[in-house]
C-alpha cells in the first residue's frame, strides 16, 4: 500500500507557472504508475497526464505543450510542471498510484487508480 501526499499548489497569474509534487510512502514505489488529475468545482475528475513505471508519459490535450511529468524514484516522488497557466486550469489536482506490469500501458482512468491523495488546490487568477 502506498500512501500520497501532493503540494505546491497555490495562487498564480495567468502564464505563470507552478510544479506539484505528490510524495509517495511505502514500498515498491518504482513499480507504480502514477498519474495526476484534477477536479474544478461542479465538474468531474479528468485525466492531466501520467507517467509510467519505465518513464514513458502521456498527457490529456488540454494541457500538451504545457505540462511535463517526472518522477524521482530515489526520492518516491512523482512532480507535474504546468507553464502557460490559464484560468480553465483552475482546479484541486490529485495524484494517484497504480502498481503497473512493464507491458501495462499508463493508465487514463480514475477508476483504474488504487491509491489517491488528498489534493492541492491551483488557482490562476486572470
Known amino acids: 500500500q502506498v500512501q500520497l501526499v501532493e503540494s505546491g499548489g497555490g495562487l498564480v497569474q495567468a502564464g505563470g507557472s507552478l510544479r506539484l509534487s505528490c510524495a509517495a510512502a511505502?514500498?515498491?514505489?518504482?513499480?507504480?504508475?502514477l498519474g495526476w488529475f484534477r477536479q474544478a468545482p461542479g465538474k468531474d475528475r479528468e485525466f492531466v497526464g501520467g507517467?509510467?513505471?519505465?518513464?514513458?508519459?502521456i498527457y490529456a490535450n488540454s494541457v500538451k505543450d504545457r505540462a511535463t511529468i517526472s518522477r524521482d524514484n530515489a526520492k518516491k516522488t512523482v512532480f507535474l510542471q504546468m507553464n502557460s497557466l490559464k484560468p480553465e486550469d483552475t482546479a484541486a489536482y490529485y495524484c494517484?498510484?497504480?502498481?503497473?506490469?512493464?507491458?501495462?500501458?499508463?493508465?487514463?482512468?480514475?477508476?483504474?487508480?488504487?491509491?489517491w491523495g488528498q489534493g492541492t488546490q491551483v488557482t490562476v487568477s486572470s
Open positions: 494517484a498510484a497504480k502498481d503497473t506490469i512493464l507491458t501495462a500501458p499508463i493508465p487514463t482512468t480514475r477508476k483504474e487508480y488504487n491509491y
Open positions: 511505502g514500498p515498491s514505489f518504482s513499480r507504480y504508475s
Open positions: 507517467i509510467h513505471r519505465s518513464g514513458g508519459t
